[in-house]
């Protein structure tokens, strides 16, 4: 998806984004890059220089798993993207996975029962492939509820609906590289990766980090424009059934005001004709 020199655009992304300071190298004015250089990498991971040079110019494609875990080390990586640095880096070939669009009858149930919840099912692409009443009370103002990548960089009114904009969106680009390197041949990311980075100077930036970072679980901020400030927790639970789809649930603290929001926007979802339910895929 990023050219056939996978694993030296990753090892410069990250190496760029790894701050000296961070790992023990003086940070002062006189320094020409933002990261660290190629000699301080291959210090830190105890290789030579133009051996870890050759591995960024795509010119040595066979690294052991010693030296990647050593890299990884170097560049402070996490689990998911250590994991990922060593799917780019062994030659051995990983099974393939494809992954799927249609929700399944009992997904769907499961995903209506959550009443007092907003609850729904995204894909691979984070395409918003159903979801309840209360989702979508919950995304209202928003022109398209379709892709949650589109409506952060690509809709206006995401600038007013997120408390933190900048978090959402760093938090949604790393998440959707996550996904994009658990499916690496996935036609729709391809596509909705091009479309927001002609569209979105914002996200051209973000996605050229190359942070792969899944999202689990978090806590949101939103701005609603009935409901007012709504704090909720963020669940996204993976379907076994179904690889590549999450069911997406928000939830507040009992008792809190944004437990009593949850209230109000469950009433606006009864007064408001729901769409037909099912597949919105884009």
């Given amino acids: 998806m990023d050219g056939d020199n996978g694993l030296g655009d990753y090892l410069r992304a990250r190496r760029d984004t790894t701050m000296p300071r961070d790992v023990g190298f003086p940070d002062d004015a006189s320094r020409r890059v933002s990261g660290l250089r190629r000699d301080e990498v291959a210090l830190l991971a105890g290789v030579s220089t133009d051996y870890y040079i050759r591995l960024e110019q795509g010119r040595e494609r066979h690294p052991s798993k010693q030296v990647l875990q050593a890299i990884a080390r170097a560049l402070r990586l996490d689990e998911a993207a250590t994991t990922h640095l060593f799917r780019l880096g062994l030659s051995a070939p990983w099974p393939s996975v494809r992954a799927t669009t249609t929700v399944g009858p009992d997904l769907l149930r499961l995903m209506d029962s959550l009443r007092h919840l907003p609850a729904f099912v995204v894909g691979s692409a984070q395409d918003v492939l159903a979801s309840n009443a209360m989702a979508q009370e919950l995304y209202r103002g928003f022109a398209r509820y379709d892709n949650l990548l589109r409506m952060i960089f690509l809709d206006p009114f995401a600038q007013e609906f997120y408390g933190d904009w900048e978090n959402a969106a760093a938090v949604a680009v790393n998440n959707l590289r996550a996904s994009s390197a658990r499916f690496p041949d996935d ?42 400030e709504l704090r909720l927790h963020f669940e996204a639970l993976a379907v076994t059934s179904a690889p590549g789809q999450h069911l997406s649930v928000y939830s507040a603290k ?21 769409p037909e339910k099912g597949n919105v895929h884009s």
């Avoid at 190359?210 to 901020?221: A, N, S």
């Avoid at 009992?254 to 729901?274: K, N, V, Y």
């Fill in 187 to 228: 036609e729709r990311i391809e596509r909705v990766v091009g479309e927001l980075g002609v569209h979105s100077p914002a996200f051209a930036t973000l996605w050229a980090r190359y942070e792969i970072r899944p999202r689990t679980q978090e806590d949101k901020h939103f701005c609603h424009p009935q409901v007012g």
């Fill in 254 to 274: 009992p008792g809190s005001a944004s437990s009593d929001g949850l209230i109000l926007l469950r009433r606006l979802a009864e007064q408001s004709t729901a």
